[in-house]
């Protein structure tokens, strides 16, 4: 088991470059599947969750080349419609290769799949919009099976904003007669760098960023070259890490305006935040402001950071209150955080945060990706040694971690 040993107390103070988007790229790496040509992804974030899409890649016959600064996929010969449950139960964004082999093969086997234990994230949307394509589905022992003979574009009505539905019958309707309407569509910076690489391919979509996506399908794609964007919850991260250790933190490599509602809360809370063009600036300046967090579908505060504010919240002076909409099981660090001094109740979606003098140094065990997050942010700030378990979680969206904070100060090391 990895583990994490980390000195608390140590202020940060430099300069952090965030590493590409871990939720742009895993769509990105599927959406080479489409392509009747070899890709070449830029600034791909090396993270276990890019592993597993390169090696589910990799089972469908698809060529993969890294040479440590660029991955290079040639998908034009494909060789199977189905990987394996083993493969695909490592990660929830493996789902995002059925769209894609629907348009190419008109075939598609999978397990159902897995990721972090984070709440209920069903398929219906993904596959209510596939079969409105005119897909036959079939649920049985675990399994998708899905099979078109030829799509046809359609009105696709989301019930909810969905990230990955969005993403997935994006790439599905470019194998589609006509065109197809998404509506209620999620609008997610992701969403748009997924457009944005279609297009590149050859494809004719427009709308994403707004509620509509209009797609127009049957159009050859070809390979592309492309960089992904940067990853603004890693970014976030950092933000925060400046706060709780009382640092001073430039962190470059950002779009500051997919940043909005986290630069907006890290300004409530007392520090000093400047936005540049590419980097933004974040230094505390003294107390912690208590507030209010509720989680929203984009451009609302991130689900995705709702845990590294609430460590934030543990030191803030004063009662805060954190709303999860998103997702029913995101309070699982609450206790990790109560081994180290915080003070949180839970009452049905909401936790009430009641701002402490000091954490103290425990042995606490990430539960998921974003959880793991928040307990680093917990234990930088800690009075004493902490010891951060599971840090696996944390590799499937932070790429190195340790090497980053110790360039700026942090004191800590991976223990096996």
């Known amino acids: ?49 890019v592993e597993h899409m390169v090696q589910v890649l990799k089972s469908l016959g698809a060529k993969v080349e890294d040479d440590g600064e660029t991955l290079s996929i040639d998908a034009r010969v494909l060789t199977g419609i189905s990987v394996s449950e083993e493969c695909m139960r490592q990660m929830r964004a493996s789902n995002l290769i059925l769209g894609p082999l629907l348009a190419r093969l008109g075939e598609a086997r999978i397990p159902l799949p897995g990721g ?85 391919m050859g494809g004719k979509i427009i709308g994403a960023g707004t509620a509509t996506i209009r797609i127009e399908g049957r159009q050859p794609l070809w390979g592309t070259e492309y960089t992904v964007i940067p990853d603004r919850i890693e970014a976030g991260t950092h933000m925060l890490a400046a706060v709780m250790t009382q640092g001073d933190l430039e962190i470059d490599n950002v779009i500051p305006e997919h940043m909005s509602p986290i630069i907006a809360k890290t300004k409530q809370c007392g520090a000093e935040v400047t936005v540049n063009n590419s980097s933004i600036r974040v230094k505390h300046t003294g107390a912690i402001n208590p507030m209010e967090i509720k989680t929203l579908s984009y451009p609302g505060f991130p689900t995705d950071m709702q845990p590294q504010f609430m460590a934030l919240m543990t030191l803030a002076q004063g009662t805060s209150v954190v709303t999860e909409t998103i997702f029913e099981n995101r309070f699982q660090h609450v206790d990790e955080l109560r081994r180290m001094g915080a003070k949180i109740s839970v009452e049905g979606r909401s936790a009430i945060v009641h701002g402490v003098e000091r954490l103290e140094g425990a042995f606490v065990e990430a539960t998921d990706l974003r959880a793991g997050a928040a307990l680093f942010l917990a234990a930088l700030a800690a009075e004493e040694a902490s010891v951060l378990q599971n840090i696996e979680y944390i590799f499937r969206g932070y790429e190195k971690l340790e090497e980053k904070y110790q360039a700026v100060g942090g004191k800590l090391q991976r223990m096996v």
């Not at 309707?173 to 999620?186: P, Q, W």
């Open 1 to 49: 088991m990895n583990r994490y040993l980390i000195n608390g107390k140590q202020r940060l103070e430099g300069q952090i470059t965030t590493s590409g988007s871990k939720n742009a790229s895993l769509p990105l790496l599927a959406a080479t599947l489409l392509g009747m040509g070899e890709s070449t992804l830029k600034k791909i974030p090396r993270l276990s969750d």
């Open 116 to 200: 972090c234990r984070i709440g209920s994230r069903p398929m219906d949307q993904h596959l209510k919009g596939l079969a409105a394509l005119g897909v036959d589905i079939q649920e049985t022992h675990g399994y998708i099976e899905a099979k078109v003979k030829r799509m046809r574009g359609a009105d696709i009505y989301f019930d909810v904003p969905s990230v990955g539905a969005t993403e997935n019958l994006m790439m599905a309707a470019m194998g589609a007669d006509g065109t197809t309407l998404l509506h209620n569509a999620a609008r997610e910076p992701e969403i748009i760098d997924l457009q944005n690489m279609l297009t590149a």
